[in-house]
């Protein structure tokens, strides 16, 4: 590392947009760069197969940005994850580091900057400090966003409550003799947030995180669903949420109840399935195939966070593209979702929201 020995001047930079959207109390969605730096192709990806689905109003998301095939897809999905959050009526808050400064709320031209710097590093909620310190540039993993959530409070008087990403870190396989267990769930059971994902990473002991996050005290939320999703497959049948919700207004109300009425400061985890026509449904298939990449990469050399990025290329390349279709997609629909869920979130003080009325929201348990 190398130090500068002065403090950054401003060491966490909140946009305007953003700042006012939360002192006016509209509805904000922390958005992570990880995925920017680390987790998609840095290549053009012409006319992909999903971009009609990303403008029909009806079918799809109805984002009225479409795809701009001359970008790397690394820079296009996030951009277009702000696009889908926006087009839910909700305020998209970028969230990475440039130079050592962590941005909330990142522009295009910063946007783009980090997606072209050389090494930009993987910055969880442990590494902001030392990477603020060395000036560096970094995307922000889960828990490096859900730490940067409740960093607005003290200068906008009011943290952001919700982020969408695509699928959360958590136990690696052979967890019990490695210790190989994501940062991501400890700042999960800290972080007064609802986080929208397709479950956790494929890579991981599925089985073994959501019994972590069960101890943890985590709700695990299924939206539309009873069951965890496999990522980039359809839900998995053997491992079943808690709580299952079918709108955007049924996840707000519960998230308020937990944070207020409840005074409890854990995230909730809303798993939203991906979109059913990109989803890999050969989940044993998949399951297979992860194990023996996954082993390779550890022949390799690869270790740790080193090996998720390694074995997402992989699959791409095994899938024949299916994989990278599908992640693209279900950060997109993630990013939707959460932007009506914010939406529903900031209305719940008014007068005319369940919570004043006495209205039940249709919340149901999927086990007893």
Do not use: Y
Not at 190 to 216: F, H, N, Q, R, Y
């Amino acid at each position: 590392m190398t130090c500068t020995g002065r403090l950054v001047k401003e060491p966490i930079v909140i946009a305007e947009e953003v700042a006012t959207a939360l002192a006016e109390g509209r509805g904000v969605v922390a958005l992570e760069t990880a995925v920017l730096t680390h987790g998609l192709p840095r290549r053009p990806w012409p006319a992909p197969p999903l971009a009609n689905w990303i403008c029909d109003r009806h079918a799809g998301l109805g984002i009225e940005s479409a795809w701009r095939d001359d970008r790397p897809i690394h820079l296009e999905t996030v951009r277009l994850m702000a696009e889908a959050v926006r087009a839910a009526g909700s305020v998209p808050a970028v969230v990475g580091m440039l130079d050592g400064q962590l941005h909330v709320g990142m522009s295009e031209a910063m946007l783009e900057r980090l997606a072209d710097s050389d090494r930009p590093a993987k910055l969880s909620a442990r590494d902001l400090g030392v990477a603020a310190a060395s000036r560096r540039d970094g995307g922000t993993t889960v828990a490096g966003t859900l730490a940067a959530c409740g960093l607005t409070a003290s200068s906008c008087g009011r943290s952001i409550e919700v982020m969408a990403t695509g699928g959360i870190g958590g136990a690696h396989r052979g967890w019990s003799l490695s210790a190989d267990i994501s940062a991501d769930l400890r700042l999960l059971s800290e972080s007064p947030v609802l986080l929208v994902a397709c479950g956790a990473k494929s890579i991981l002991d599925l089985d073994a995180t959501a019994e972590m996050l069960d101890t943890l005290a985590v709700p695990v939320v299924g939206f539309g669903t009873d069951h965890w999703p496999r990522f980039i497959s359809p839900p998995d049948g053997r491992i079943r949420c808690a709580w299952r919700v079918d709108d955007a207004a049924a996840a707000a109300a519960s998230c308020r109840h937990h944070w207020s009425s409840f005074a409890q400061r854990s995230a909730m985890l809303l798993l939203n399935p991906p979109p059913s026509a990109w989803a890999l449904a050969e989940a044993a298939e998949l399951d297979r195939l992860i194990a023996t990449e996954t082993a390779s990469a550890h022949e390799s050399g690869h270790r740790g966070a080193e090996v998720t990025p390694v074995l997402l290329e992989r699959l791409v390349e095994r899938t024949g593209g299916r994989s990278l279709l599908a992640n693209v997609a279900l950060l997109l629909a993630n990013a939707r979702l959460a932007g009506e869920v914010a939406d529903r979130l900031a209305g719940l003080d008014s007068p005319e929201s369940p919570r004043h009325t006495g209205a039940a929201c249709e919340i149901s348990p999927t086990r007893t």
